[in-house]
């Protein structure tokens, strides 16, 4: 009966001798890690080393260190191997499964037990791949006859202790023999890593020795090739020099030759300058005659411009109406009949009093297709009297939606007196200027709403009151606290023109849209000096847009229309007044006629600018301002007097 045994965990492993040989691993291993090249060059001249006595087993197999072993050096991983393969346990095996052995074979496996593995393979390195020692071939066994018997390999029993402590004995001794022979070629590398740390300074003296010497060859060069190009550079300087020296020479020749005959223009010239100079004192001394006579003829050309503007009256009445617009084209027009540039005749064509006629004479009419620079050209005489030192006033007078504003200020295509009236301003003072009158033009800007002062400039400002100049003027008067510009040039004027017109009163009636509820009032004043004849005359232009009247039947504003109609009618008092030269005349019943009694009465020339509407609807309005206006043109008035004053500055300073 078979029966199958445990497996033996008792038996002690065979213990290996490695010691040695692990710390001479360690020792190979570090030299061949610092190695940073294999020395194979020089091996072959290196003296032999002290060889140990062989045993007699390697005696016996004639092993002998091979060239090939000491031309190369081992790696850690080879020396690893050797130690790993010193302590294999080959005791380490699993449990068998195997049936018990028949009685039959018994001679057959103890043959096998009894016979010792050749070991005929040995591990070998070249270069980084190992050769694992081949395991010895077994014997099968033979018969009598010669031929082979076919055995299976059997494995050893557990319970045969024998057997496997043989063959463990023989595994021991094979190893063993691989170890010495290991330890042999060990002993024969121990004298490599000193030579290889003395051939591999060697190495670095010579690696570094080479780089000193290259860089040293190649400053060298670099300091050729920089000498070279120095070289070539001074040889080209060289030769431009050169050429440049030859022709500076023929420069410095004909220059020689240029001075010579520079030299006798020069003594002609040095004649004609003395000559040029007399002529120029000359000249000089008729310039300064030519100036006075200027100056005189400038004088006399006011003069005469004066009489001018007097003998046309020195207040002016034109008449304007304005044309339908295209959201009127459905409304009845009134008739209209221009007799001539001075002339009109208006016709009702209401059915009450269909074909009542009635003629007026002004200074000027414009029919409606007039355009804005036709009108202007007919103030420019005014402006004209203002630079030459007097007193001017232009206002619009008319209802409500007649143009006034639009005759006034225009339109951005179409400009109006104002803005032209700037233009021309300070054209003028540049042409002045080429004959010795320097200007100074001082711009304020008053509004008056319902009889009450506001500064366009400054809405807040307060006590705006109306004063007069002095005692003995009757008629001079001015604003206090009222702002005071002062501007150099027409963009100037402009903006506050601008900043003015955004502060005014506006408000919506039936006769416009947009329709001025207050007077707008733009004083500028004009002072010319003339330093050379120690001349001043000031000059002011009053530009007034009178508010639209508008009959309170249709009014929506009750308070602003009284106001609005109650200063308009004490302008046409004030005016009949002196139409009819009472003793008199009530100027201080309006802030209007207070604020315009210099350009009314006093010493002033005056254009009254009269707009109608064309229409059949404000025919009875159209028809007062026409006979209120053609009143205006009858009044005669007194010569005015120029505003001439002494340049006591400019006395002074002289």
Sequence with gaps: MNRRLDKPSGIPKPA??????????????KTVSDAKMPLTRDLAN??????????????????APSRTNLRRSRSFNDIRDIGVMSRVNPLKRTAPTMPSIPAKRVATSVQLRTAKPAVTGTATTT?????????????????????????????????????????????????????????????????????????????????????????????????????????QKLTSQLESTAAQLEKITATCQAAQENEKKLQGEV???????????????????????CKDQLFASVMERKDLHNQMMDLRGNIRVFCRVRPALECETERILCGWRYIDEASLEITSMDPKNKGQRTEFSFDQVFHPLTSQTDVFENVTPLIQSALDGYNV??????????????????????????????????????????????????????????????????????????RMVSASSKTDVYVSNITEKIVENGQQLRALMDAAKRNRATACTVGNERSSRSHAITRLQLIGVHEGKQEKCVGTVNLVDLAGSESPKTSTRM???????????????????????????????????HLLMPALGGNSKTLMVINVSPLQDCYGESLKSLRFAASVNSIKMTRVRKNRYLNNVATTSA
């Design 16 to 29: 290996l001798k490695t010691a040695g040989f692990t710390a001479s691993a360690k020792t190979i291993a």
């Design 46 to 63: 290196l003296p032999a080393p002290r060889r140990r006595a062989l045993s007699p087993d390697l005696q016996s197999r004639k092993v």
């Design 127 to 231: 270069g980084q791949t190992t050769t694992k020692p081949k395991p010895a071939a077994v014997k099968k066994p033979v018969t009598s006859s010669g031929a082979v018997t076919k055995v299976g390999a059997k494995k050893i029993p557990p319970y045969d202790y024998k057997a496997r402590y043989g063959a463990l004995l023989e595994k021991h001794n094979a190893l063993k023999e691989k170890f010495d022979e290991h330890k042999e070629q060990l002993v024969h590398l121990e004298g490599l890593p000193e030579q290889y740390e003395e051939s591999q300074a060697e190495v670095q003296r010579l690696q570094l020795e080479l780089a000193a010497t290259k860089t040293h060859y190649e400053c060298l060069e670099k300091e050729t090739k920089i000498s070279a190009e120095k070289i």
């Design 267 to 289: 003594d002609e010239l040095t004649e004609e300058n003395k000559w040029l100079k007399d002529e120029g004192n000359a000249m000089r001394e008729e310039l300064n005659v």
């Design 393 to 466: 006033c232009i206002f619009a007078y008319g209802q409500t939606g007649s143009g006034k504003t639009f005759t006034m200020e225009g339109t951005e295509g179409q400009l109006g007196v104002i803005p032209r009236t700037v233009d021309l301003l300070f054209d003028s003072v540049k042409n002045y200027k080429r004959i010795g009158w320097e200007y100074e033009i001082r711009a304020t800007f008053l509004e008056i709403y319902n009889e009450v002062l506001y500064d366009l400039l400054n809405p807040e400002a307060n006590d705006l009151e109306i």
């Design 559 to 593: 308070e602003e229309t009284k106001k609005i109609n109650r200063s308009l009618s004490e302008l046409t008092n004030v005016i009949m007044a002196i139409l009819n030269k009472q003793e008199h005349v009530p100027y201080r019943n309006s802030k209007l006629t």
